[in-house]
């Protein structure tokens, strides 16, 4: 009997021993696996921290599109071989994901932001898109250009063009100006927004980060516009909100033609812009039978229209004239004329293919001479 308990004793010595060991062993493991991830992160974080010697100042490309990116063809040719002097980010609808069954561009494969919204064209929804964007691009501290694109919009030159020319000057390229004969401005958003500060042109900027920061950061001017500044409702958006019982009475006003150049006055950084747009947008003023709508969406070039003599005359334009400030803006770059826009837009994917093909895209800015 004496046998059998001294033996049970043992036994659980041996026991409570071997778990001492073991949680001895989980113990280290765990120290060792902090220390060890710990060490790691810390080198993570500083080299984010730390300039690497070879990198360049980027520029962020952000791509505002419905779904998938019909254009991506052209835009695979313009990055190739220019890895590290740019990112891109794309805002398209909620949910949807560019991986390998909706891009064949490595270049955009899974770069859609994860927090996109539903737009609606001359609401708000647009310009907050806008946000989301710069807030994902503002992330990376190498990102020191921002430059807005549409789905249907495309590169004129060669990436190594277009890179000099927007990193040539520190300022950014806003098209800016007066909006003296509209009559877009709300007086409710006085005295917030003061009407001498109203501003009018393109949403397709190009931001520096001090702008783009300015932009992200405000929470002032964009309840404003929330509020005050949507498209009149016209009968094609009738299924989508009641028909207005007045509707003559409604103000119109598309809030991504006003938000950032309004922003930027309020700011009084209107020195510290360029105050031309880089894309080329052809306005139609024929298409619409109403005078109200006229002009409200630029051209889209089709395939017959995707000539040398359409890209040549878009690359001519060396001086862009603002009627209602008296103003012409002369087109430069390194304090030498230079043709006024980098990018074009509205092109379908024939439009885009046929100049592609013929190599009329994506030159040297020599080469067109």
Same mark, same amino acid.
Not at 280 to 302: I, Q
Not at 311 to 335: A, L, P, V
Not at 353 to 364: A, G, Q, V, Y
């Given at each position: 009997?004496?046998?059998?308990?001294?033996?049970?004793?043992?036994?659980?010595?041996?026991?409570?021993?071997?778990?001492?060991?073991?949680?001895?062993?989980?113990?280290?493991?765990?120290?060792?696996?902090?220390?060890?991830?710990?060490?790691?992160?810390?080198?993570?974080?500083?080299?984010?921290?730390?300039?690497?010697?070879?990198?360049?100042?980027?520029?962020?490309?952000?791509?505002?599109?419905?779904?998938?990116?019909?254009?991506?063809?052209?835009?695979?040719?313009?990055?190739?071989?220019?890895?590290?002097?740019?990112?891109?980010?794309?805002?398209?609808?909620?949910? $949807? #994901?560019? /991986?390998? +069954?909706? &891009?064949?561009? *490595?270049?955009?494969?899974? =770069?859609?932001?994860?927090?996109?919204?539903?737009?609606?064209?001359?609401?708000?929804?647009?310009?907050?898109?806008?946000?989301?964007?710069?807030?994902?691009?503002?992330?990376?501290?190498?990102?020191?250009?921002?430059?807005?694109?549409?789905?249907?919009?495309?590169?004129?030159?060669?990436?190594?063009?277009?890179?000099?020319?927007?990193?040539?000057?520190?300022?950014? $390229? #806003?098209? /800016?100006? +007066?909006? &003296?004969?509209? *009559?877009?401005?709300?007086? =409710?958003?006085?005295?917030?927004?003061?009407?001498?500060?109203?501003?009018?042109?393109?949403?397709?900027?190009?931001?520096?980060?001090?702008?783009?920061?300015?932009?992200?950061?405000?929470?002032?001017?964009?309840?404003?516009?929330?509020?005050?500044?949507?498209?009149?409702?016209?009968?094609?958006?009738?299924?989508?909100?009641?028909?207005?019982?007045?509707?003559?009475?409604?103000?119109?006003?598309?809030?991504?033609?006003?938000?950032?150049?309004?922003?930027?006055?309020?700011?009084?950084?209107?020195?510290?812009?360029?105050?031309?747009?880089?894309?080329?947008?052809?306005?139609?003023?024929?298409?619409?039978?109403?005078?109200?709508?006229?002009?409200?969406?630029?051209?889209?070039?089709?395939?017959?229209?995707?000539?040398?003599?359409?890209?040549?005359?878009?690359?001519?334009?060396?001086?862009?004239?603002?009627?209602?400030?008296?103003?012409?803006?002369?087109?430069?770059?390194?304090?030498?004329?230079?043709?006024?826009?980098?990018?074009?837009?509205?092109?379908?994917?024939?439009?885009?293919?046929?100049?592609?093909?013929?190599?009329?895209?994506?030159?040297?800015?020599?080469?067109?001479?």
């Amino acid at each position: 009997m004496m046998m059998m308990k001294k033996k049970a004793s043992q036994k659980k010595i041996l026991y409570r021993w071997k778990r001492k060991v073991f949680l001895t062993l989980v113990f280290a493991f765990c120290l060792g696996s902090f220390v060890y991830f710990q060490a790691r992160f810390n080198g993570i974080t500083a080299s984010l921290k730390k300039p690497r010697l070879d990198q360049k100042p980027q520029i962020a490309f952000l791509f505002i599109a419905r779904n998938r990116l019909t254009l991506e063809f052209v835009w695979d040719s313009f990055f190739l071989g220019e890895d590290g002097k740019f990112s891109i980010y794309v805002h398209s609808r909620p949910g $949807f #994901v560019l /991986s390998e +069954a909706t &891009t064949q561009s *490595k270049y955009f494969l899974n =770069r859609q932001v994860n927090d996109s919204i539903q737009v609606e064209w001359g609401e708000a929804t647009m310009i907050e898109a806008e946000r989301v964007l710069l807030r994902h691009a503002l992330r990376d501290p190498f990102n020191h250009r921002f430059v807005f694109l549409s789905d249907s919009c495309i590169p004129l030159y060669s990436f190594s063009y277009t890179y000099n020319y927007i990193m040539s000057t520190p300022t950014s $390229f #806003v098209d /800016s100006f +007066a909006d &003296t004969k509209d *009559k877009r401005y709300n007086p =409710r958003m006085d005295p917030v927004i003061h009407v001498h500060n109203w501003r009018k042109g393109s949403q397709w900027v190009v931001l520096n980060r001090k702008h783009a920061e300015i932009v992200v950061n405000d929470t002032i001017v964009l309840p404003m516009f929330q509020q005050h500044c949507r498209r009149k409702s016209l009968p094609e958006f009738w299924r989508d909100r009641p028909v207005p019982a007045e509707g003559w009475k409604e103000h119109n006003c598309i809030p991504d033609e006003h938000y950032v150049q309004t922003l930027l006055a309020q700011k009084g950084v209107d020195s510290e812009l360029t105050r031309r747009s880089l894309t080329h947008s052809a306005w139609d003023l024929t298409s619409s039978k109403s005078n109200e709508r006229r002009g409200w969406h630029p051209m889209t070039y089709k395939f017959s229209d995707a000539t040398p003599n359409l890209i040549q005359s878009i690359k001519g334009i060396d001086n862009i004239n603002y009627e209602t400030e008296y103003r012409r803006e002369w087109c430069t770059s390194k304090g030498k004329p230079a043709p006024c826009f980098l990018f074009a837009r509205k092109f379908t994917r024939p439009a885009a293919l046929r100049l592609l093909r013929e190599s009329i895209l994506l030159r040297e800015k020599e080469q067109d001479s």
